[in-house]
């Protein structure tokens, strides 16, 4: 790979490798606050994914695309966790990928984001349409319209949002095709079946409050899956932020 494909990576700390990886219309930097902490647990590795913050002048056009790059670079063995649409990524490094990944935790995130009338529940189509029309016309309001959805519900949301803007803020704003690109997966991908391939652990974490991942996802697929998933009751998309410590330390313990 050239040097200009390379993504943006930060490393902290010491120990079994852990990869974070960010969602839409974010970058790496909405992990610092975790990071002090969990860096003394494990050798953590931060990416700004394709399109995004330092990465933002990295293309990509599929899921595919977006995968390959991450595995660029990332160790050959870690544990995954992705926030929202990077648990999307992360759960499609385990289908295709399995060798690299260790343990799988998904945050806040969904094998399928877009709902289907009343057989599975998710980001009502329009919506993903409504910010995909309005990306063009609007960059910057459509991001910071998508980060008070993130946070709608939380306690602790008004918080939320300011310290989601100054992560995205610190960095370059991302491109508006990768920020297309992440709204069309957002729309089509779906790993429900493939969930059940999977044969390394799997560990999915939600908030009780979330609006664009309903909890109703989480006990689906605990029945699909045989598994238990963890609900963090005063959160909504954001829990590593609106609960960070109760975040850290299941980190730890899982």
């Known amino acids: 790979m050239s040097l200009q494909s390379k993504l943006h990576w930060d490393v902290f700390g010491e120990g079994e490798n852990l990869i974070l990886i960010h969602g839409w219309g974010m970058n790496g930097a909405v992990w610092h606050q975790v990071v002090d902490e969990l860096s003394q647990h494990f050798c953590v590795h931060v990416v700004d994914l394709p399109g995004y913050g ?16 991450v595995l660029a670079d990332a160790p050959q ?72 959805l993130q946070a709608m519900g939380s306690p602790s949301a008004r918080q939320d949002v300011k310290q989601l803007k100054s992560a995205v803020l610190s960095r370059p704003m991302p491109n508006p095709n990768a920020l297309h690109l992440g709204l069309e997966l957002l729309a089509t991908v779906d790993y429900r079946q493939q969930l059940n391939d999977i044969e390394i652990p799997v560990h999915r974490l939600y908030g009780r409050l979330d609006g664009l991942v309903p909890v109703k996802v989480a006990s689906v697929l605990d029945q699909q899956l045989q598994t238990e998933s963890h609900i963090f009751k005063a959160s909504s998309h954001a829990p590593f932020m609106s609960e960070k410590q109760a975040f850290c330390d299941l980190i730890k313990q899982l």
């Open 54 to 69: 330092h990465s933002h002048q990295i293309p990509s056009t599929s899921i595919a695309d977006i995968a390959q790059a």
């Open 77 to 148: 063995q870690a544990i995954w966790l992705g926030w929202s649409l990077g648990g999307l990524i992360a759960t499609h490094i385990a289908i295709h990928q399995p060798v690299r990944v260790s343990k799988l935790i998904t945050l806040a995130s969904s094998p399928r984001f877009a709902a289907e009338g009343r057989i599975w529940r998710g980001i009502a189509p329009k919506v993903l349409n409504d910010f995909t029309s309005q990306l063009t016309d609007d960059f910057q309001g459509t991001i910071e319209r998508f980060m008070a």
